[in-house]
């Protein structure tokens, strides 16, 4: 199994829900991410997870919420976001922390 | 600090070859990657430089001169799905960490 899956592949929410992006992954990996991409910009990194421990928070708000229940799988948890977090959320993993990355197809979300 | 350089946009026409640059500036230098990104969706590992010289995968090959800070993409034999966006990412080491930059990608537009 070669393959990182994201789920949903499209969220659309209001500024006051809560809701939760799923990434998984059956490669062994023991780095996993989360980046924010818009509209023809690049990836950008907002957490890593090595060996199931947060490594980097790229000074992202409190209203996203990462979690790591175990080696294969990654959440994201968000509240109470604003229309500017729309974006194409991105799940990675890697063999090891900062090593090739292996992209999930992504969350479109959009936030009303 | 970090600086990555790629052209925005470059347009090639079918059965051509393109070769697309990236120049960095940074304080660690790990290795190199690049990634394709079609349209609305993750990007795909293309490959990994770390030493200086040319790495050749079929009909991509990626370049890497670490003294002069700079890497290129060759792309032979052209095809309309080669349409995409190709992103450089440099991995620096920072404060006795690794991290993955991503450059702001080039979008490359395939003529028939």
């Known amino acids: 199994d070669t393959e990182v899956t994201q789920t949903p592949k499209h969220l659309v929410m209001g500024m006051t829900n809560k809701k939760s992006l799923k990434c998984e992954q059956h490669m062994g990996h023991r780095a996993m991410y989360w980046y924010k991409q818009k509209a023809k910009k690049p990836p950008e990194l907002m957490f890593v997870y090595s060996y199931e421990k947060l490594s980097i928070n790229e000074s992202v708000p409190s209203r996203f919420s990462p979690e790591c229940p175990n080696s294969s799988l990654l959440n994201l948890h968000l509240h109470a976001l604003q229309p500017e977090d729309s974006a194409l959320y991105l799940c990675a993993s890697s063999q090891r922390d900062q090593e090739t990355q292996y992209f999930g197809p992504g969350t479109r979300l959009l936030v009303l | 600090g970090q600086n990555i350089d790629q052209p925005t946009e470059m347009t090639a026409t079918e059965g051509a070859i393109v070769q697309i640059n990236c120049t960095y500036q940074?304080?660690?230098?790990?290795?190199l990657f690049w990634y394709q990104q079609h349209a609305g969706e993750a990007p795909t590992f293309l490959s990994y430089?770390?030493?200086?010289g040319l790495e050749e995968k079929g009909r991509f090959s990626s370049f890497l001169s670490r003294s002069k800070g700079y890497s290129y993409l060759l792309l032979k034999e052209l095809q309309m799905k080669d349409s995409a966006s190709y992103l450089c990412?440099?991995?620096?080491?920072?404060?006795?960490?690794?991290?993955?930059?991503f450059g702001k990608g080039t979008r490359l537009h395939i003529l028939p």
């Open positions: 990412a440099v991995r620096d080491l920072v404060n006795r960490d690794d991290k993955i930059i």
């Open positions: 430089n770390v030493l200086d």
């Open positions: 940074t304080s660690g230098f790990n290795g």
